[in-house]
Every structure is written in C-alpha cells, then in structure tokens.
C-alpha cells in the first residue's frame, strides 16, 4: 500500500505564498487520482483541491480558486499544491490522499473516496 508523507508547511503573513508537497512511497502514486484536504481548528476536515492521475482534470473549492494550484510529478511520485495570497482563514492542517483508480481523467472531492491519507502538515497564516 502507498505511503503519504506531507511537507512544506510553516508559518507565512497574510499575502504570502507556501508550496506544500506529498511525496508517495511503497507504491506508483501514477495510478492514483490524488487530493489536498485541509482541517482548520475546531473545525470538519474539507476538501481543497484535486487531480486526476494523468493531471489534465483539476477541481477546487471555490474560495482557493484563483490562489490554489494543485499539480503533480508523477515522474516523482508526488503531488504539490501551491498556495498564494495566503489568507488568515487558510490556517489549517492541510492533508494529502490518494485513490486507486483505472480512471486517468477523474477526480474526487469526497473524504470518503480516498484510501491512503498522509500524516499532515501544518499552515498557519498570520494577519
């Protein structure tokens, strides 16, 4: 089964950017569609974006859209997300999953949909 492991994460001022990185491991992460979730505190985990396997279909929540872009190096076996004009309601424990899929276009934005999480990374935006 895959590993996830989540790095990158820090702490940034309101406007900055942050790139956080999944890197995948004990397996081909090619053959997963692959997503950004992110828990801030005292909240539900939610969805924030995602990529197909092949990478040509994304998906975002909408207040990202615009600052988010998820990509990733299959070649590297890992998934970025790349985050600018940080805001202070971005704070949050931003986590990488996985799905195994025959699909190379699809996406998914449910929690439920993924098998293989990370451990996490922390985002923390100051105003």
């Known amino acids: 089964q895959v590993q996830l492991v989540e790095s990158g994460g820090g702490l940034v001022q309101a406007g900055g950017s942050l790139r956080v990185s999944c890197a995948a491991s004990?397996?081909?992460?090619?053959?997963?569609?692959a997503g950004w979730f992110r828990q801030p505190p005292g909240k539900e985990r939610e969805f924030v974006a995602t990529?197909?396997?092949?990478?040509?279909?994304?998906y975002y929540l909408d207040s990202v859209k615009g600052r988010f872009t998820i990509s990733r190096d299959n070649a590297k076996n890992t998934v970025y997300l790349q985050m600018n004009s940080l805001k202070p309601d971005d704070t949050a424990v931003y986590y990488c999953a996985a799905k195994l899929t025959v699909f190379a276009r699809n996406y998914y934005y449910t929690a439920d949909q993924y098998d293989y999480w990370g451990q996490g990374t922390q985002v923390t935006v100051s105003s």
């Open positions: 990529i197909s396997r092949s990478g040509e279909k994304t």
């Open positions: 004990g397996g081909t992460l090619s053959n997963y569609a």
